[in-house]
């Protein structure tokens, strides 16, 4: 059963899953009524793939038109002309623009604190296998 049907045969309450397909699958209409629809549900952020994200794995586009779609890692609808394409260990997402920007300063965060703790700026991990040979 398409999306399309299985919404028309529940009627006014359409699950979340069906509001998803919609909103990827229905024509404007039907797509204007999932976005209303799910933004009255309650958003389930994903935030299984932070520590891996990297902005290489990113690719920002952008079009011409605003087309709704649910962010993988906020899980919100989103209606802007920028989406990102994220490429996981579970295979590519869209996420939102917002939450590119999160990771990509998240991984600088990260980048910066690597290289200070190479400069010694950052004391690292006394008595934590250090040995002579390890001072030069
Ligand atoms: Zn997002």
């Known amino acids: 059963m398409s999306d399309k049907k299985a919404v028309k045969k529940s009627g006014k309450n359409p699950t979340q899953a069906q509001l998803r397909g919609l909103l990827k699958h229905g024509t404007s209409k039907e797509r204007n009524k999932a976005i209303k629809l799910l933004k009255q549900f309650e958003s389930k952020p994903n935030n299984d793939y932070d520590d891996t994200a990297k902005k290489s794995d990113m690719h920002v586009k952008s079009s ?46 990260n980048k910066m604190r690597i290289a200070n703790q190479k400069a010694g700026l950052i004391p690292q991990g006394f008595g934590l296998g250090l040995t002579h040979s390890d001072i030069k």
């Open 64 to 109: 011409a038109f605003h087309r709704a779609f649910i962010c993988f890692r906020c899980d919100k609808v989103k209606q802007c002309q920028v989406k990102v394409s994220w490429a996981t260990s579970d295979g590519n997402k869209t996420i939102c623009h917002g939450c590119y920007t999160q990771l990509a300063s998240r991984e600088d965060i």
